[in-house]
C-alpha cells in the first residue's frame, strides 16, 4: 500500500456532526489526494496539496475542507456531514506530475 | 471499496486466455495514463503506466498500447488468471497540474 495509512477505516456517524478522516505517508511524497468513490461515477477528486499548508480544490469539493501542517498528513473535514457525503474516502499520494498516485485502502464512511 | 463494481460492464474470460481492457480517453492535450486495478475492499492499486511520446509499454503479463490519433488505451493481461478479477480504470493526466481524471472502470471477471 506504498506506505498509506487510513484511519478509520470505518466509520458510521449522524447528519450534521463534524468528522475529519486522517491520511498518513512514510513516503515522504510531496503530493496528496483525497478522492471519493461512488457506484457510477467512479473516483472523483475532492480537495489535493501540493505541499505543507498548499491545498487547492478539486472536482467535488463542496462540503469538505482539508489541512495540511506536516508532510505526511493529510485530514479531510466533514464541517457537518451530510447522506450525500455517505461514501468510501481513498488518499493517494505521488512524488510529482508524471508519476502514478498510490492509493490508501479507503475509509467507508455512512451518515445516517 | 466494496461493490465497487456496480453499474460497470463487465468483460468475462476464460482462465489462462488473454484479455484487452479498452479505455477512451477525453482530452487529446493528455500525455500521461496510467491503468489501475481494484479489488473489493481495497484502494486502486497501480499496474502500468505509459507516457505520450510512446505508443506501447511491457511489463510483467501486462501491456499498455497507446493510440493517440483515436484518444484509445488498451491494457493486455496475458494467460488472465483468477487473481486478475477485478475492476480496472484508466485514468489520464492533463496540464500542468498533477490531477488525473479517472474512466469509469471495467469489471474483469475471469471463469475457470
Known amino acids: 500500500d506504498a506506505g498509506i495509512t487510513q484511519s478509520p477505516r470505518h466509520k458510521v456517524t449522524e447528519t450534521g456532526t463534524p468528522v475529519t478522516l486522517r491520511c498518513h505517508q512514510t513516503?515522504?511524497?510531496?503530493?496528496m489526494y483525497w478522492y471519493r468513490q461512488d457506484p457510477g461515477h467512479g473516483l472523483r477528486l475532492i480537495h489535493y496539496?501540493?505541499?505543507?499548508?498548499?491545498?487547492d480544490k478539486g472536482e467535488v469539493s463542496d462540503g469538505y475542507s482539508v489541512s495540511r501542517s506536516k508532510t505526511e498528513d493529510f485530514l479531510l473535514t466533514l464541517e457537518s456531514a451530510t447522506s450525500s457525503q455517505t461514501s468510501v474516502y481513498f488518499c493517494a499520494i505521488s512524488d510529482g506530475r508524471g508519476s502514478p498516485l498510490h492509493f490508501g485502502n479507503g475509509t467507508r464512511l455512512t451518515v445516517t | 471499496g466494496e461493490n465497487v463494481g456496480l453499474h460497470l460492464p463487465t468483460l468475462s474470460v476464460q482462465e489462462g486466455d488473454n484479455s484487452i481492457i479498452n479505455c477512451a480517453y477525453s482530452n487529446s492535450a493528455s500525455d500521461y495514463f496510467i491503468w489501475y486495478k481494484q479489488e473489493s475492499g481495497k484502494g486502486p492499486q497501480f499496474i502500468i503506466d505509459?507516457?505520450?511520446?510512446?505508443d506501447k509499454r511491457q511489463g510483467q503479463r501486462v501491456t499498455v498500447l497507446l493510440n493517440k490519433t483515436v484518444k484509445h488505451l488498451s491494457l493486455q493481461i496475458a494467460a488472465t488468471q483468477p487473481g486478475d478479477s477485478a475492476v480496472y480504470f484508466c485514468?489520464?493526466?492533463?496540464?500542468?497540474?498533477?490531477?488525473?481524471?479517472f474512466g469509469k472502470g471495467i469489471t474483469l471477471s475471469v471463469r475457470p
Open positions: 485514468a489520464e493526466l492533463t496540464g500542468a497540474n498533477s490531477k488525473l481524471t
Open positions: 505509459i507516457r505520450s511520446n510512446m
Open positions: 513516503e515522504n511524497h510531496r503530493y
Open positions: 496539496s501540493y505541499g505543507v499548508k498548499d491545498t
